[in-house]
């Protein structure tokens, strides 16, 4: 989480939807911004977000009336991805209904936020041919608003984890903001080993000793902004590779199985270990301060849920510089 000192977004008001562990909260506070509502049905997320904000986000958003929702400036939706029911005729709101995309889009219809900003995987972008970006795209104008949007990686803004999310930034027509631009890559200078903890006691149990580990011969001597594999337990499937600490982390991923499951392993003093769940924390952007889930397992998985603070941070001031009619470069 990078420190903003310009609060581009003050006085702004926001709503948290779809809001996981609060990753667009903490990004939107930070440039000064308020949140007044919150939605997240999973019961273990509601708790971390509750011990962290002092507010019970409320459950399932398809039973929410968008009319009780508080009046907002920006709407903030890292919406699951979910198949389009549709036959390339791109009908906007129409095609969007039945899906979690809809609940976004009458909460839209109804409040009118100056600003959308949204988040999904990097695939939503190719899914169904496209068709359902399109769909997405066709809806939020349809409902007076401009569309932009890009897939960033993790690893352009600061945070060595591979991580590529397409971000969707939207204007309502009648504020006449053009030309938003997404935030320029800056230089990666930290890597895995400068995101790890030192306390070996609470890090312990995460080591493996296995007979059928297989580190190659090459010297961990050279840093990289990709991953850099150093060797397999097993047969080397997925959740069985072992990484340098001195390149970027995998994608930090909330299912999946093998030794190293939902995080990748890494070379630590010699040892191949899987990450502690603070470690996947900090490869979000949350700061130790957070209060992660007591059960590892709902840890791990949040975080591999979660988006990256730090992108956010970068795209909110984007958008708060063009908000405020100053430089958007």
């Known amino acids: 989480m990078i420190n903003i000192e310009n609060k581009y977004l003050q006085g702004y008001t926001f709503i948290d939807l779809f809001a996981g562990l609060g990753g667009f909260r903490l990004a939107l506070n930070s440039l000064g911004a308020k949140c007044v509502y ?14 962290n904000f002092g507010e019970l986000p409320d459950g399932d958003i398809t039973k929410v009336d968008e009319n009780r929702i508080p009046e907002h400036d920006i709407l903030c939706a ?4 979910q198949a389009f029911s549709i036959s390339g005729k791109q009908r906007g709101f129409e095609d969007s209904r039945g899906t979690l995309f809809f609940d976004v889009a009458r909460i839209v219809k109804c409040k009118k936020p100056k600003v959308v900003f949204m988040e999904n995987v990097k695939n939503f972008a190719s899914h169904d041919n496209g068709k359902t970006l399109q769909v997405v795209k066709s809806t939020m104008e349809e409902l007076g608003y401009s569309f932009y949007y890009k897939v960033l990686n993790a690893t352009d803004y600061g945070i060595p ?30 890597h895995v080993e400068d ?20 580190i190659s011969n090459k010297k961990d001597n050279v840093y990289s902004n990709k991953a850099i594999r150093l060797g397999i337990v097993n047969k080397g499937g997925q959740g069985e590779r072992i990484y340098s600490t001195k390149g970027i982390a995998i994608t930090l991923s909330a299912n999946g199985g093998g030794i190293f499951a ?32 007591k059960n590892k397992n709902q840890a791990y998985k ?28």
């Open 302 to 329: 949040q975080f591999g849920n979660s988006v990256v603070i730090d992108v956010l941070q970068y795209i909110g001031l984007q958008i708060g510089k063009l908000i405020l009619g100053g430089s958007n470069a």
């Open 38 to 51: 919150s939605n997240e049905w999973d019961k273990f997320a509601q708790e971390v977000y509750n011990d």
């Open 161 to 190: 984890q591979k991580r590529e999310r397409i971000y969707m930034v939207c204007f309502r027509n009648d504020l006449k903001l053009s030309n938003f631009s997404f935030p320029k890559p800056i230089k990666l200078v930290k």
């Open 78 to 81: 890292g919406f699951p991805c």
């Open 195 to 214: 995101f790890l903890l030192l306390d070996e006691k609470v890090l312990s149990n995460l080591y493996v000793d296995r007979p059928d580990i297989l």
């Open 262 to 293: 939902k995080t990748g392993g890494y070379m630590v003093n010699g040892k191949p270990r899987k990450l502690h769940q603070r470690e996947c924390a900090r490869l979000m952007g949350f700061p130790d301060t957070y209060i992660m889930s």
